[in-house]
């Protein structure tokens, strides 16, 4: 199972942007963005692996990345929306020995202010 460390979160004016970072501490199949605000489920914000994958309240405005070399992925959100207000967490399925594993990191607040 690997180790997650996130970055990248913070606060930002409604239309601005943020760019969030999560390096694996090995290599993973896939990794992922998720969030969550109090009170409702962790919902998927996108996904990579061999493609990409989004949701739609975010297509055409977040951009899903990763640095195979670095086991890092990004996340580039732009044209925020106060409604984007959630912690975001870094998911990751890993590998060792036949088995899957899967990884999440720690969590960085994403504010949007309008």
């Known amino acids: 199972q690997v180790q997650l460390v996130e970055s990248g979160g913070g606060l930002v004016q409604s239309g601005g942007s943020l760019r969030l970072s999560c390096a694996a501490s090995g290599s993973t199949f896939s990794m992922g963005w998720y969030r969550q605000v109090p009170g409702k489920q962790r919902e998927l914000v996108a996904g990579?692996?061999?493609?990409?994958i989004y949701a739609d309240f975010v297509k055409g405005r977040f951009t899903i990345s990763r640095d195979n070399a670095k086991n890092t992925v990004f996340l580039q959100m732009n044209s925020l929306k106060p409604e984007d207000t959630a912690v975001y967490f870094c998911n990751a399925i890993s590998s060792n020995y036949g088995s899957l594993y899967e990884s999440w990191g720690q969590g960085t607040q994403v504010t949007v202010s309008s």
């Open positions: 990579i692996s061999s493609g990409t």
